[in-house]
């Protein structure tokens, strides 16, 4: 299995352009989430989903939009971007609500 | 605002020696949970406590949970320079899991 995989691993962006991170999940977990990580900070939750069709809003929302079509997918999508939104980006899946995550290898972004 | 802080923030120990980290969070917990994280690399999943329980064990890790003090501490036994990363507490709520800042084990040959 592939497990949870995410791409591009790394990506440059200009201040203002948009761009998707990818996500997707072969493992059929019915939660997923988006977490961004910054030096001294752990990780903070954007953005989650407990299953196709429902997401909700995480400790640092504002700037991101997700979407859940299918179980499988959940992208991340970046507006307009900011230099504040350069970070390391990590996608997570779970089986139950209550069970371990699996996570990806990360999406290095910066916002020039 | 995050939920778990980790205590302390870096710890340095000579190989063999046991590593104790602490983790102390704010709410009501139905679970609390403990991750690695290889530098440059996802974070992978250690061991899961629920709320009933006091204590767990999986190989060279003991995990403690205190509901009433609301805090864990994860000892690793024996360490090795392989153990050499950081560690996080999340902890989880009906639906998200929030992260704590982590802690960075250097563990020295």
């Known amino acids: 299995n592939a497990g949870v995989t995410q791409t591009p691993k790394f990506q440059v962006l200009k201040t203002g352009q948009s761009m998707t991170l990818q996500c997707a999940q072969d493992?059929?977990?019915?939660?997923m989430s988006w977490y961004r990580q910054d030096p001294g900070m752990g990780l903070r939750l954007i953005h989650y989903?407990?299953?196709?069709?429902?997401?909700d809003q995480g400790e640092v929302p504002n700037g991101y939009n997700v979407s859940r079509s299918t179980t499988e997918d959940f992208p991340l999508r970046l507006l307009s971007a900011a230099p504040s939104q350069t970070s390391v980006y990590f996608c997570?899946?779970?089986?139950?609500?209550?069970?371990?995550?699996?996570f990806g290898e990360g999406s290095r972004l910066t916002v020039l | 605002s995050q939920q778990g802080e980790e205590d302390p923030q870096a710890l340095s120990i000579q190989e063999g020696e046991n590593a104790t980290m602490n983790c102390s969070y704010k709410t009501s917990i139905n679970n609390l949970q403990w991750y690695r994280q290889n530098s440059g690399r996802g974070l992978v999943h250690l061991i899961l406590?629920?709320?009933?329980?006091r204590e767990k064990h999986s190989g060279r890790l003991r995990v403690t949970l205190d509901t009433s003090k609301k805090s864990s501490s994860l000892l690793i036994t024996a360490s090795r320079a392989a153990d050499t990363a950081s560690y996080f507490c999340a902890t989880g709520g009906n639906n998200d899991m929030r992260f704590g800042a982590g802690t960075r084990l250097t563990v020295k040959p």
């Open positions: 997570a899946s779970r089986f139950h609500w209550a069970g371990e995550l699996f």
């Open positions: 493992m059929n977990h019915e939660y």
């Open positions: 406590i629920r709320s009933n329980e």
């Open positions: 989903s407990v299953g196709a069709g429902i997401t």
